[in-house]
């Protein structure tokens, strides 16, 4: 069992890098080629004030902010800020997946006393 611990941690460990790796060399990537251009028609109508008016006309103040917050989750997967949404999210994954391969046992309290496994 000392060894199986061992090499999960181990494993968790490298899994962890690994992700953080590809993730920030992704974001890199998606960052360096991605233009920040708006092209669709749909995020000039957004923004315009009739658009605005006629959507709180017709459904009140929290349709207008709950389009705020759909529009900007929506921005969060296109572009350069794509680029950071994946950066975070590996970095979160990554911390996340050490941090649980730290709380494994350690090696000591994990083997059985008076047994060797070799």
């Not at 998606?30 to 923004?47: G, K, V």
């Amino acid at each position: 069992m000392k060894r199986s611990i061992l090499r999960r941690r181990t494993r968790l460990h490298l899994i962890s890098a690994a992700i953080l790796l590809i993730g920030l060399s992704c974001a890199v990537l998606i960052y360096l080629t991605s233009e920040n251009t708006s092209d669709s028609i749909m995020d000039f109508a957004a923004d315009s004030k009739m658009y605005r008016h006629n959507l709180e006309l017709y459904g009140g103040k929290f349709t207008v902010l709950a389009n705020e917050i759909v529009q900007s989750f929506v921005g969060l997967w296109r572009g350069r800020t794509l680029a950071f949404t994946i950066a975070f999210i590996a970095v979160v994954v990554s911390i996340g997946l050490f941090r649980y391969a730290e709380s494994l046992p350690p090696d000591s309290q994990s083997a059985s006393p008076g047994t060797d496994h070799r």
